[in-house]
Structures are given as structure tokens and as C-alpha cells.
């Protein structure tokens, strides 16, 4: 066997006993969904000059993302690929939705105290 032949095999054998984690998709999906049509609502905004609509792409990508995402876990749930979470990654989890939580109370408190500092 040549060495192309070789690590085509390990490639494919190993991506059969890859288990992924619960949620890794709909992750995937959403990332990829967001910034590829974060693209799409830049040219929107910049061609219709109402910079209001940078919004729109993210907000689309995020809801085809989603359904890709979904799709895709529940195809390889089927399959017998998704493994439930680690107790590790439930608390990377926890911490990582304290930190967004946090990120949004200072956003917003931000936002407010510039918007009445006029």
C-alpha cells in the first residue's frame, strides 16, 4: 500500500469511531452560519446604504445554521456518534453561559449609561 492509501484508511476508520459530543453540531452551524452571512448583510447593508441591516445577516445565519446543525446531530445521533457530555464540559458549559451572561449585563449597562450621559 502507498502511503496516500494508508492514511485515506486511518481517515475513514477513525472517523467511524469518532463520537462527538452533545451540542458539537449545532455549534458548528451556528459558527459557520453567522459568518457566512455576516458577509451577506455587509453587502446588503452597503448596497441599500442603510448600515440598520448589518444585523440581518448574522440573525439569518443564525437560524439556517441552527436547522443545519440540528439536522446534522440528530443524523449522527442516529448513527450512534454522540456521546452525552463529560462532567468536565458540563462545567466548561456553565462557565461559559455565566461569562456571555456577564458580557451582556456590562454590554447593557454600557449602552444605558451612554445613552443618558447625552
Do not use: C, W
Request: proline share 2%; hydrophobic share 50%; charged share 20%.
Amino acid at each position: 500500500m502507498q502511503n496516500n492509501e494508508i492514511a485515506l484508511r486511518y481517515l475513514i476508520d477513525h472517523d467511524k469511531k469518532t463520537r462527538y459530543s452533545e451540542g458539537h453540531f449545532l455549534g458548528v452551524g451556528i459558527a459557520l452560519g453567522m459568518i457566512i452571512f455576516s458577509g451577506a448583510g455587509v453587502a446588503l447593508a452597503v448596497s441599500t446604504g442603510n448600515l440598520g441591516l448589518l444585523g440581518i445577516g448574522p440573525a439569518i445565519g443564525l437560524a439556517i445554521g441552527l436547522a443545519i446543525g440540528k439536522s446534522m446531530e440528530d443524523d449522527y445521533r442516529k448513527k450512534g456518534m454522540i456521546r452525552p457530555l463529560t462532567k468536565k464540559e458540563k462545567e466548561g458549559r456553565k462557565k461559559a453561559k455565566l461569562a456571555g451572561v456577564i458580557a451582556l449585563v456590562i454590554g447593557v449597562l454600557v449602552f444605558l449609561v451612554l445613552l443618558f450621559a447625552q
